[in-house]
């Protein structure tokens, strides 16, 4: 049966929410930053704990130009780059390192555009989640400018619904969400093991 491009967009968002629902739940409370009385060092952890599970990740999609890597109001983002200037920032001196290598999970080569869309589903997701977290913690934690918190100056919202535009073109069909489904499930997978 043949569904309306809305109820299929509907059915791919829906779909990707309750797949990920437990592991987002999970996640949320076990971040560094989910302490009431989060502190330079909280973000320091939450900063480091991104980039082992970012930098891999941003590796394996730069190649891709489908799905969506190749979409043109989707420009990529040096997420790491923020993250990198966030942990030089003179505001940490004086926390603690963290010397873990990043993640060194071997991801698909071969990923369909739909798994990629997944995996990207809770990378964009995240910079909600960060919108949500700098406006709590940029009073507590100035003269720290929290760049990857703040994604911009707009915020995430606009690049948000330019990637659901998006992922209601790209993913569609059955086969493609469950697969979609899977790519986030994978995305969440990795992170909750580095708490």
Same mark, same amino acid.
């Given at each position: ?10 059915? &791919?968002?829906? +779909? =990707?929410?309750?797949?990920? %629902? /437990?592991?987002?739940?999970?996640? !949320?409370?076990?971040? #560094?930053? @989910? ?52 942990? &030089?920032?003179? +505001? =940490?001196?004086?926390?603690? %390192? /963290?010397?873990?290598?990043?993640? !060194?999970?071997?991801? #698909?080569? @071969? ?85």
């Amino acid at each position: 049966m043949n569904q309306h491009p809305n109820r299929a967009h509907a059915d &791919a968002l829906s +779909a =990707l929410r309750i797949a990920t %629902a /437990d592991r987002h739940a999970v996640l !949320d409370a076990g971040m #560094p930053l @989910a302490q009431p009385d989060a502190g330079l060092q909280h973000y320091s952890d939450h900063l480091h704990m991104l980039r082992r599970w970012l930098s891999p990740l941003e590796a394996w999609l730069a190649p891709y130009s489908d799905g969506p890597q190749g979409e043109a109001s989707l420009p990529a983002v040096a997420r790491v780059a923020l993250i990198d200037a966030d942990l &030089a920032d003179p +505001a =940490l001196g004086g926390v603690r %390192a /963290d010397p873990r290598p990043d993640d !060194d999970t071997v991801w #698909p080569s @071969a990923a369909s555009a739909a798994y990629r869309w997944g995996v990207t589903y809770v990378i964009e997701g995240s910079q909600l989640g960060g919108a949500v977290l700098y406006q709590r913690l940029a009073g507590p934690l100035a003269p720290h400018p929290l760049r990857y918190l703040r994604s911009g100056a707009q915020g995430p919202g606009p690049r948000w619904r330019s990637f659901m535009l998006a992922l209601r073109e790209g993913v569609k069909s059955e086969g493609e969400i469950a697969e979609a489904c899977r790519g986030a499930c994978d995305a969440f997978d990795r992170i909750l093991a580095m708490r």
